[in-house]
């Protein structure tokens, strides 16, 4: 019978699946179509419409022969959002089969016509109204529309796993769990005050004003149990308000507790880097560190929190796949690492192998990521800033400045520790706030074993490169600049003309540069 059902639906839905096709495209990807979510929203909507306006017009005096066609409206177009997603959307949601995404609209809509969701989908559809002809136009008939309550549920998760600040939403769903609480309680009051009689005791709704905000005013007071009520003096009215303060104690602590985990779990990230930093800040008062480098270490954290949101993302990265990693490794840094021109020739496999070792890290203005002489264990990529290559007295000089997607720190790395290659060349210093990527000597090594012509290439690029620029060149512009004092030979006569003949000056240069 149901099999003879689900076609003769199937026939008359077919036109409108068809049109359907093109919007939605043949089936819902759940997790990501946002087609789908915003669907979702306003079935959301509609359920709320159900649960909030239903009891209050379940309580509350609200039919009248006015409001009625009204009503009747409101609750058919809410009738047919539900309608529309049981037969139009649910059954195009993809779902997973040992391990296969199924996409095929028959088995999609076959799976869901299976599903204990659907039960409940035709359970919410059943038009009790229809009872309205024999018994009057009252909201209980619409009491199994509330069943649609996993809808709300999975509009929630969607949406937390789109936003980017999923706290929001949290808040305002805990905010919303607590007024339908007092909504709730508020439709209570007003059965109470209905059956003792409005107006009759001091305790109950007097019968004056706007009865929902009275009632809704009365069960914020009690059960947020800020008192001031009048006193309630019959059994009925000391066991209702007992019950409320009791209601109010536990469910209102428990979503109050939900609110402060909400907002603690946002603030996680913050209440880390502010502990982190304190903790620091302890630590170097207690050990007499010079307020000088006290202080560059506090613009330190500020300025990394601030660039980042984090002040290790390799913690955050660790934590994910292989695959994860990559992905996200890819789509930021592979098509600065093209175009890189050491790297140009080599293996694309290489390159990322070598996105996943980069560690980002940030240096401050004048700091010294690069010290000439010392042993060159790791090379940089600039992510963003700009660093310089100085050298002279007091480093002066500038003799070239590297911008985001430049490498530096590769000459030593690329030289073997035999007579002495292996030593940084020049000192570089960050311009402003420099955030590098930092790629280890071990970690590149490790990859080139495995790209034996990769290697060769970046060797012959080394040499290449420890030629140009290295201790013992001389270019027209290092001239210029004075970078020529580096080289171990005496200065020409051509530089000593440069600085007027004072041959003691220049020495003076030279030994303080070397
Ligand atoms: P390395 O490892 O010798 O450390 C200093 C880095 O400065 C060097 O590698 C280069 O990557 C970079 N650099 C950029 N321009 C120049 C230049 O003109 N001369 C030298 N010696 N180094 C430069």
Redesign the pocket.
Known sequence: LAEVAFASVDAVLRPLEEAMDSVLGHTIDPFTDRVYIAWLSLVTLAFNYNIWFSTARLCFPYHTAEAIPYWFLLDSLADLVYLVDCLLFQPRKQFVKGGDVIKDRLLTKKNYRNTERFKTDMMCLIPFDLLYMQFGFKSIFRANRLLKAETFFEFSDRLESLMTKAYIWRVIRTIGYLLFMLHINACFYYVASDYQGIGQTKWVYSGKGSAYLRCFYHAVRSLINIGGLSEPHTVFEITFQMLNFFIGVFVFSSLIGQMRDVIGAATTGQTYFRTSMDNTVSYMVNNHIPALVQNRIRTWYTYTWDAQGMLDESELLDKMPLVMRTAIAVDINLATFQKIALFQGCDQQMLLDMLLRLKSIIYLPGDFV?K?GDI?KE?YIIKSGAVQ?VGGPDNSIV??T?KAGC???????LQSSKDGGNR???N?KAQGFANLFVLEKKDLFDILVHYPESQKVLARKGKK?MKA???A?KTEE?KKTG?AL?GPKPPTPKLLRAFGGNFNKLLKLKNAAS
């Open positions: 690069v000439k060159g090379m290559v003799f070239v590297l490498v530096f720190g590769e000459i030593s790395l940084r060349t020049a570089v490169l620029k290295g201790p060149a290092q970078l580096f």
